[in-house]
């Protein structure tokens, strides 16, 4: 009993160093934030952010608990900060009015050396799903994204959770060596286009021990991606895990060493997909990619190669997609699909190189599971369930 005071004193010491302000530790409290979720806290954030980027060294900016009602804010570099902390302790709550954003709501860019941790980003999107045309008309408006990572090197996003985007949750854009982890991703399984991590012409993304439940795929790799580690996310539900879609767009990059592994999908409409759009404008490659240690739970498709892909009523097909896949390895997938169809390769172009190994698919319901295969000449390697195409 004695101890106990001391110990207290002890705590409360270590905890006031921590939290005592320095010369390179900023409060966005101290630059006019309120946090009480009504007044508008963009300008103060915004100000805070300035002032740790232009400050050398390693910088923490700290935004206590609160909730802070922001439109768009831009977290700009570059920075004289060796390195930047932007750590959240709160939550930020996305403006509800359309018209003041456009295709994006917080960004950070043009940094080396960012972490961002902790804290809940809300997109408070449910109430602008309804404006979202995108998935049936090729033409609509795109929404805000909730967080867009654009032209960053040596990025670390962790302990973040993100809920009710207006579009995608997270975007990764031309980003060098970004890791992310342990994420919480949340939306309704119809809330539409809310791609958990979306990932375009970056290189080294390494993504880990992450829960994503959302309204399309749970992370979507687009084009001119090379590099790219998922390892231990949990998706569902959602539409999986895609590489794509691709070949949509003049001067698409290739995809190249895209690694997934220890996944598991429960209740999505696909498992691990790659998919191509027809009549490509220009041509790409999609190669070296490896697929394995899968657990799917009563899931659509749990393994899909689609070069057909058009989500729309009226498609063309005039012409096979421009994108050649090769080099694809799925390893040591199993679990339950609940469509026949359990493994599903409709090549354009033919496929090349691809390798399917160790795979069990039991169909949930009466009959079995099969294969079905267009212009795709397997390798199989040992237990194979269903059965290989012919």
């Known amino acids: 009993m004695g101890a106990r ?12 160093a921590v939290s005592a302000p320095g ?28 002032a740790a980027c232009q400050t050398a060294g390693a910088v923490t900016l700290v935004v206590p608990p609160g909730s802070y009602h922001i439109g768009p804010v831009q977290f700009h570099g570059p920075c004289k900060a060796s390195s930047l902390t932007f750590q959240l302790q709160g939550t930020l709550k996305a403006a509800s009015d359309l018209k003041r954003f456009g295709n994006d709501w917080i960004e950070f860019g043009w940094t080396n050396g960012l972490t961002v941790v902790g804290g809940t980003i809300d ?14 008309r090729k033409d609509c408006k795109v929404l805000p994204t909730s967080v867009l990572f654009v032209n960053n090197q040596n990025t670390v996003v962790k302990d973040l959770t993100s809920v009710n985007p207006k579009f995608f949750h997270l975007a990764l854009l031309s980003t060098k060596n970004i890791k992310l982890m342990n994420l919480r991703i949340t939306a ?142 799925f390893r040591s997938i199993k679990g339950t699909a609940t469509t026949p169809v359990a493994v599903m390769l409709r090549c354009g172009v033919p496929c090349q190189g691809l390798v399917l190994q160790d795979i069990d698919l039991k169909f949930k319901g009466q009959g079995t599971t099969s294969s079905k295969c267009e212009n795709a000449k397997a390798k199989y390697v040992g237990y194979m369930f269903p059965k290989p195409c012919p």
């Not at 997109?123 to 049936?136: H, M």
């Open 188 to 329: 309704p399984g119809n809330s539409p286009n809310t791609d958990g991590i979306h990932i375009e012409c970056s290189a080294g993304v390494f993504i880990t021990d992450t829960r994503i439940s959302t309204g399309d795929d749970c992370i979507s790799i687009g084009q001119g991606n090379d590099n790219v580690d998922v390892a231990r996310v949990h998706c569902g539900p959602g539409h999986g895990m895609s590489v794509g879609s691709l070949g949509r767009y003049v001067g698409e990059g290739d995809v190249t060493r895209v690694h997934v592994r220890d996944m598991t999908f429960e209740g999505t409409t696909n498992g691990v997909r790659i998919k191509t759009w027809e009549n490509s404008p220009t041509k790409s490659n999609a190669a070296h990619f490896t697929f394995e240690g899968m657990t799917m739970k009563d899931v659509q498709n749990p393994i899909i190669i689609d070069q057909k892909y058009c989500p729309y009523y009226n498609c063309e097909h005039k012409f096979v997609s421009g994108v050649t896949i090769k080099d694809v390895t």
């Open 23 to 50: 010369a390179n530790n900023f409060n966005a409290k101290n630059y006019g934030a309120k946090g009480n979720g009504v007044v508008d806290d963009t300008k103060p954030l915004m100000a805070a952010w300035k």
């Open 5 to 16: 005071p001391r110990l207290l004193l002890v705590v409360v010491a270590v905890a006031a």
């Open 123 to 136: 997109g408070q999107g449910a109430a602008s799903w309804p404006f979202n045309k995108c998935p049936v």
